[in-house]
């Protein structure tokens, strides 16, 4: 079990301005040989944030079924569960290949900034594909996952493609 928090602030004219406290709680469980539980919650509160500090939620900050900055506010929870394969597929000694199952949720409140309508509580399924860079100095891992948002919003696409590259599997 990993936990992290921090506190940034900037005082101004007598008050604190541009304020976030965040925290996470990361847990890892081998179920198998090759199969590893994992499960992370984390979030933040915000209080004054400037305009270009806004926190969002979407398929580009852990919430993956959504178009990137679905979600804005100044404080959000978050909430992900994955079941990660790994597996001893090593093509051409370039890549390790494992993969994820997961699901995804979070919410997002205060003002965004932009005046957008909140949302409320956002979900999601879905699966991954891992490539882990054997030959690479920076240790990257690719990810490229398929999710589907649990939400009948007629502004998202039935299923959502994301592809990153990430420091964790």
Same mark, same amino acid.
């Given at each position: ?32 040989? =090759? ?6 919650? !984390? ?6 944030? !400037?305009?270009? =500090? ?5 398929g580009d ?6 178009p ?26 370039l890549?390790r290949?494992?993969?994820? *199952? ?7 409140w205060?003002p ?5 309508? =909140? ?5 999601? *399924? ?21 999710a589907?948002?649990? !939400? ?10 994301? *592809? ?6």
């Amino acid at each position: 079990m990993r936990l992290s928090s921090a506190l940034s602030t900037r005082w101004e004219d007598g008050s604190a301005r541009d304020l976030k406290l965040t925290g996470s709680v990361r847990f890892y469980r081998e179920t198998g040989r =090759n199969r590893l539980f994992f499960v992370t919650v !984390d979030g933040q509160y915000g209080h004054h944030l !400037d305009l270009d =500090n806004r926190s969002y939620l979407g398929g580009d900050s852990g919430l993956r079924g959504y178009p990137q900055r679905w979600a804005g506010g100044e404080s959000f929870a978050r909430f992900s569960v994955e079941q990660r394969y790994y597996t001893d597929w090593f093509p051409w000694r370039l890549f390790r290949v494992g993969g994820a *199952i997961f699901a995804d949720v979070g919410r997002t409140w205060g003002p965004d900034g932009l005046g957008s309508e =909140n949302p409320g509580v956002l979900a999601s *399924i879905g699966l991954g594909l891992r490539l882990s860079n054997a030959r690479s100095a920076f240790a990257r891992v690719i990810h490229v996952d398929f999710a589907v948002p649990l !939400d009948s919003d007629p502004g998202l696409k039935k299923v959502q493609f994301l *592809i990153e590259a990430r420091r964790e599997f």
